[in-house]
């Protein structure tokens, strides 16, 4: 099993930037792949960003794709999102969660592991 603990949220102006960090605790991190997903206030879950095992691929959803990059490194035990060009759009809470799979599904459905999540706020 993996315990994920997300961090790095916090209230930003619309244009600025955020780093949210994803730490894993538990042996074999590098087995899972990671994904990002956020949900604002009466919204459903939406995927956002997903990472391979090994870092090589990653996949975004068409409402973050070139402002967001997600990253990690596995020696650490930790996942990255850096999000540039933030707009209030952007706000909710966002959850890193991990899965066995090969090939990261972007479904919220298909992950076993969740991390509490941390709160980002895009102000106008």
């Known amino acids: 099993q993996v315990q994920l603990v997300e961090s790095g949220g916090g209230l930003v102006q619309t244009g600025g930037s955020l780093r949210l960090s994803c730490a894993g605790s538990?042996?074999?991190?590098?087995?899972?792949?990671i994904a990002w997903f956020r949900q604002a206030p009466g919204k459903e879950r939406e995927f956002v960003a997903t990472i391979t095992k090994s870092g090589g691929s990653t996949d975004y959803a068409d409402s973050v794709k070139g402002r967001f990059t997600v990253s990690r490194e596995n020696a650490k035990n930790m996942v990255y999102l850096q999000m540039n060009n933030l707009n209030p759009e952007d706000t909710g809470v966002y959850y890193c969660?991990?899965?066995?799979?090969?090939?990261?599904?972007?479904?919220?459905?298909?992950?076993?592991?969740w991390g509490r999540g941390t709160q980002v706020t895009v102000s106008s």
């Open positions: 969660a991990a899965a066995g799979f090969a090939r990261p599904p972007t479904v919220s459905t298909r992950y076993e592991y």
């Open positions: 538990g042996r074999s991190f590098s087995s899972y792949s």
